[in-house]
T-cell receptor
Framework: DAKTTQPNSMESNEEEPVHLPCNHSTISGTDYIHWYRQLPSQGPEYVIHGLTSNVNNRMASLAIAEDRKSSTLILHRATLRDAAVYYCILRTSGTYKYIFGTGTRLKVLA | GAGVSQSPRYKVAKRGQDVALRCDPISGHVSLFWYQQALGQGPEFLTYFQNEAQLDKSGLPSDRFFAERPEGSVSTLKIQRTQQEDSAVYLC?????????????FGPGTRLTVL
C-alpha cells in the first residue's frame, strides 16, 4: 500500500488560511487521495477526496500536484473548531481499506 | 440520530475478562468496519462486513478477537481474556455501498482500558 508523509504538527491563527501538506511519492494511478480529520474524543470525519483535479467542498479545498506526488488540504479560514488531527490517506480504487498514518495535529490559536 | 453510534463509550475491564462492544451503523449502510486506535496513533483496520458476511478479518490481532453482524445491521466486537495491550479506542465505521468503497462514516468509538 502506498504511504503518505505528513508533518507531525502545525499551528495557525484563527481566521487565517491553513495549508496542510501531504507527500505521497509512491502513489499509483488508481489511488484516490482522501482526507479525514479527528476532533478530540471523536471518530474520524470525512473532509474531502480527489484523484487528479483540485476539489472544493463546503469544508475545504484539495490541491493536487500535477505529478500527484503531493497534495495540500486548504482550510480557507481556520476556526478554533478546526483544531484536530488531519489524516491524508491513499485508497486504491475498488478497495475499502483506509491505511491511516499518524496525521498532522493542527493547533488553532485565538 | 443519523450517525454511527457505539456503546459503551468507555469500558474498564480487568485483565482476563471478556468484553463486548456494540456498533449501530447508519441505517441502510451495507458495509461495516472495525478499527483499533492506540494512543497517539491513527486507526488500524480490524475487520470488514458486507451485510452479515465477514469478508475480511485480516486485521484482527489474535483469535481472542471476534466480530459478528448476524442480521446485517448491528455489529458486536468481542474480546476474550482481555490483556493490557488491548487497551485502545475501538472505532466502528459504515458505508453505503456493497464494495465498501464509498465514504466511511465513523462512530465516536469505545475507549477500552484493561487494568
Amino acid at each position: 500500500d502506498a504511504k503518505t508523509t505528513q508533518p507531525n504538527s502545525m499551528e495557525s491563527n484563527e481566521e487565517e488560511p491553513v495549508h496542510l501538506p501531504c507527500n505521497h511519492s509512491t502513489i499509483s494511478g488508481t489511488d484516490y487521495i482522501h482526507w479525514y480529520r479527528q476532533l478530540p474524543s471523536q471518530g474520524p470525519e470525512y473532509v474531502i477526496h480527489g484523484l487528479t483535479s483540485n476539489v472544493n467542498n463546503r469544508m475545504a479545498s484539495l490541491a493536487i500536484a500535477e505529478d500527484r506526488k503531493s497534495s495540500t488540504l486548504i482550510l480557507h479560514r481556520a476556526t478554533l473548531r478546526d483544531a484536530a488531527v488531519y489524516y491524508c490517506i491513499l485508497r486504491t480504487s475498488g478497495t475499502y481499506k483506509y491505511i491511516f498514518g499518524t496525521g498532522t495535529r493542527l493547533k488553532v490559536l485565538a | 440520530g443519523a450517525g454511527v453510534s457505539q456503546s459503551p463509550r468507555y469500558k474498564v475491564a480487568k485483565r482476563g475478562q471478556d468484553v463486548a462492544l456494540r456498533c449501530d451503523p447508519i441505517s441502510g449502510h451495507v458495509s461495516l468496519f472495525w478499527y483499533q486506535q492506540a494512543l497517539g496513533q491513527g486507526p488500524e483496520f480490524l475487520t470488514y462486513f458486507q451485510n452479515e458476511a465477514q469478508l475480511d478479518k485480516s486485521g484482527l490481532p489474535s483469535d481472542r478477537f471476534f466480530a459478528e453482524r448476524p442480521e446485517g445491521s448491528v455489529s458486536t466486537l468481542k474480546i476474550q481474556r482481555t490483556q493490557q495491550e488491548d487497551s485502545a479506542v475501538y472505532l466502528c465505521a459504515s458505508s453505503l455501498g456493497l464494495a465498501g468503497t464509498d465514504t466511511q462514516y465513523f462512530g465516536p468509538g469505545t475507549r477500552l482500558t484493561v487494568l
